[in-house]
């Protein structure tokens, strides 16, 4: 079956830098989402991708999705304290009504 | 535009009681509907999702249940609580394609004690 792969599992940046986490895939997989999980709070869809090395931008997120489809990745440009919570991806192989859930990565920025 | 509402918010149960989550969507038709549960600091698990009336998957064995008696009302059932039940249950919806993007609701932070 599939296995998704979340890493980091915990991330400690310092306001205004950088912060990127990856999922990866044991197989190819049709599409993937991303969500995040503000502290007490429910999983917000951010954004899906399915075509193969898809690079989408929501102002300083950055979504790529690789060439294979086995893996992708979120970049955070300059981190703001608004960006803590949990970002969790959500790979989809392609057939089923649900999806699977990664392990998420924990963001927490210092100020 | 689409609304999710999960009720109560909280709720404390010994161990051993009967319990009750309900679930609604608003503004959607036929939307698949899916339970997770949480637990402190972990990561989602799918419990059960349906992908229309009186269609039911399970997940994961336990001594939870689910029903949709409704095309929009999704219902989280258990006869007795068990102290492991404790966590934060979340609703979520999806448009009846594979792999689309889900909508959750506000979610249900069960204590049992």
């Given at each position: 079956g599939q296995q998704v792969?979340?890493?980091?599992q915990y991330q400690h940046v310092q306001e205004g830098e950088d912060f990127t986490t990856y999922c990866n895939s044991s197989t190819t997989l049709s599409n993937i989402q991303w969500?995040?999980?503000?502290?007490?709070?429910?999983?917000?869809?951010?954004?899906?991708?399915?075509?193969?090395?898809?690079?989408k931008k929501q102002k300083r997120l950055t979504f790529q999705f690789?060439?294979?489809?086995?893996?992708?990745?979120?970049?955070?440009?300059?981190?703001?304290?608004?960006?803590?919570?949990?970002?969790?991806?959500a790979p989809n192989s392609g057939g089923?009504?649900?999806?699977?859930?990664g392990t998420g990565t924990k963001l927490q920025v210092i100020p | 535009?689409?609304?999710?509402h999960q009720w109560p918010a909280t709720l404390v149960q010994p161990v051993g009681s009967p319990?009750?989550?309900?679930?609604?969507?608003?503004?959607?038709?036929?939307?698949?509907?899916?339970w997770y549960r949480q637990a402190a600091g972990r990561g989602l698990q799918l419990l059960f999702y349906s992908v229309g009336i009186g269609q039911i998957s399970s997940e994961v064995p336990q001594n939870l249940s689910a029903s949709r008696p409704q095309d929009r009302q999704f219902i989280l059932s258990s006869k007795k609580l068990l102290l492991s039940d404790s966590g934060f249950y979340l609703c979520a919806w999806s448009l009846a394609q594979a792999g689309g993007a889900e909508y959750f609701g506000p979610g249900t932070?069960?204590?049992v004690l």
């Open positions: 792969m979340q890493i980091p969500y995040k999980q503000r502290p007490g709070g429910h999983p917000v869809f951010l954004i899906q991708l399915v075509k193969s090395g898809e690079v690789g060439e294979a489809k086995k893996n992708s990745s979120l970049h955070i440009t300059a981190t703001q304290t608004t960006d803590v919570g949990t970002y969790f991806c089923y009504q649900k999806v699977t859930f | 535009s689409q609304t999710i319990l009750s989550l309900e679930c609604t969507v608003e503004g959607t038709s036929n939307p698949n509907l899916y932070r069960l204590t």
